[in-house]
């Protein structure tokens, strides 16, 4: 089992900045991946960023490229998503994922899901 706990949600002005945390905890083995996804009102679920946790190679998808970063801290088996110029459209639930087999865009690739944190841009 994996366990994912999210933070750092919160209301920001469109241009604004917000940092979404993801800190795992459990059974991980050392190929795995961590994903971030977001989900809007009436709105499927959307791939938004993904790193290999060893190698610390990240991607991301083509509507937050050069606006977000995904970064970690090793040592305390964190994931960071630093979102910057957010705009209303980035408004949804943000939702970390783990997954034993490296960086997908696929949602099914990920086992273990945390709880979601909302963000709100205002335009």
């Known amino acids: 089992q994996v366990q994912l706990v999210e933070s750092g949600g919160g209301l920001v002005q469109a241009g604004g900045s917000l940092r979404l945390s993801c800190a795992a905890s459990?059974?991980?083995?050392?190929?795995?991946?961590m994903g971030w996804f977001r989900q809007a009102p009436g709105k499927e679920r959307e791939f938004v960023a993904a790193?290999?946790?060893?190698?610390?190679?990240?991607y991301y998808d083509d509507s937050v490229k050069g606006r977000f970063t995904f970064s970690r801290d090793n040592a305390k088996n964190t994931g960071y998503l630093q979102m910057n110029s957010l705009r209303p459209e980035d408004s949804a639930v943000y939702f970390c994922?783990?997954?034993?087999?490296?960086?997908?865009?696929?949602?099914?690739?990920?086992?273990?899901w945390g709880q979601g944190t909302q963000v709100t841009v205002s335009a």
């Open positions: 994922a783990y997954s034993p087999l490296g960086a997908s865009m696929d949602q099914l690739a990920y086992d273990f």
């Open positions: 459990g059974r991980t083995v050392s190929t795995y991946a």
């Open positions: 790193m290999n946790w060893s190698r610390g190679s990240t």
